[in-house]
């Protein structure tokens, strides 16, 4: 499974920007699609996830209520609408895939198994 994230790039404080995350390869299911972000100097860190067999959606209290997390069954792509930028966002984020549900929250690495190579996003203040 090959994971093929887009959508990063430099956006003024208060703008938008819509990353994508399009899944290829070998027959295989989703469980759950997330994305993560890295800051320099900082841990990664949990942004947001959505469950495919029950849509549930989950964030970060840092980002609710300004990106929405979305998908495209068919093309087995995971997007991730980013409104109301701040710097503080600024980060490689980076999509994953679970192919099953290993028994770990969405919110933890751990619950997935396959990663894209990031995307950058940097918000200027």
């Known amino acids: 499974v090959q994971l093929q994230a887009s959508g990063g790039g430099l956006v003024q404080a208060g703008g938008s920007l819509r990353l994508s995350c399009a899944a290829s390869?070998?027959?295989?299911?989703?469980?759950?699609t997330g994305w993560f972000r890295q800051a320099p100097g900082k841990e990664r860190e949990f942004v947001s996830a959505?469950?495919?067999?029950?849509?549930?959606?989950f964030y970060a209290d840092s980002v609710k209520d300004r990106f929405v997390i979305s998908r495209d069954n068919a093309k087995k792509t995971v997007y991730l609408q980013m409104n109301s930028l701040k710097p503080e966002d600024t980060a490689v984020y980076y999509c994953?895939?679970?192919?099953?549900?290993?028994?770990?929250?969405?919110?933890?690495?751990?619950?997935?198994?396959?990663w894209g190579q990031g995307t950058l996003v940097t918000v200027s203040s």
């Open positions: 994953a895939v679970a192919s099953f549900y290993k028994g770990y929250n969405p919110l933890d690495t751990r619950a997935y198994d396959f």
């Open positions: 390869g070998r027959t295989f299911s989703i469980d759950t």
């Open positions: 959505l469950t495919w067999n029950i849509v549930t959606t």
